[in-house]
C-alpha cells in the first residue's frame, strides 16, 4: 500500500492531547482572578457616593462577566468557531510570503488540513470551573444587589 508521506509528515508532527483533568488548583486561580478584580474595582470605587454594598455589587458583577466570558470563549473555541478566521489570516501570511519567495503548490496548506491540526489540539476541553466560579460571583453580584 503507498502512502502520501507529505501528508503523513504533517499529521505525526502534532501529538495527541489527553482531555486535562479540573483540579483544585484550577479553580482556586479563577477565584483568585475574580477576587483581583473585584479588589480593583473596589479600589477604584473607594471614593463612590453609593452605598458600600452597591460597590460590591458592580465589583461581583464585573469579576462574573469576565470570568464567564472567557469560559464562554473556550466553549466556542472548542466547537470550532475561531478555525476559518486562523485559516485566512495564515493564507495571508502564506500569500505574502509567497509573493517573495517561490513556493511549491503541494506545500500550501488546505482548510482541510488546517482542520485537522486543530482537532489534536482541540481535544484539551471546556474549561467548566470558569462557568462555575463565574456562576457563583454573578449570584454573590445579585445578593448584594439585593442588598443595597
Known amino acids: 500500500m ?9 499529521f505525526d508532527q502534532y501529538q495527541e492531547l489527553e482531555p486535562e483533568e479540573i483540579g483544585i488548583l484550577d479553580f482556586v486561580k479563577v477565584f483568585l482572578l475574580g477576587a483581583i478584580i473585584i479588589a480593583l474595582i473596589l479600589f477604584l470605587k473607594r471614593h463612590s457616593i453609593h452605598s458600600f454594598y452597591h460597590n460590591l455589587s458592580d465589583a461581583f458583577f464585573a469579576a462574573s462577566v469576565i470570568i464567564l466570558g472567557m469560559g ?5 473555541t472548542k466547537k470550532g468557531i475561531f478555525d476559518s478566521g486562523g485559516f485566512t489570516v495564515k493564507k495571508v501570511i502564506e500569500i505574502t510570503k509567497a509573493g517573495l ?7 500550501r496548506l488546505t482548510y482541510y488540513d488546517y482542520k485537522k491540526s486543530k482537532e489534536h489540539k482541540r481535544r484539551r476541553g471546556i474549561r467548566y470551573h470558569y462557568f462555575i466560579i463565574g456562576g457563583m460571583y454573578l449570584i454573590a453580584a445579585l445578593v448584594f444587589l439585593k442588598l443595597t
Not at 72 to 76: E, M
Open 2 to 10: 503507498l502512502k502520501n508521506n507529505k501528508q503523513d509528515e504533517f
Open 101 to 107: 519567495k517561490k513556493q511549491d503548490k503541494k506545500e
Open 72 to 76: 464562554g470563549l473556550s466553549f466556542v
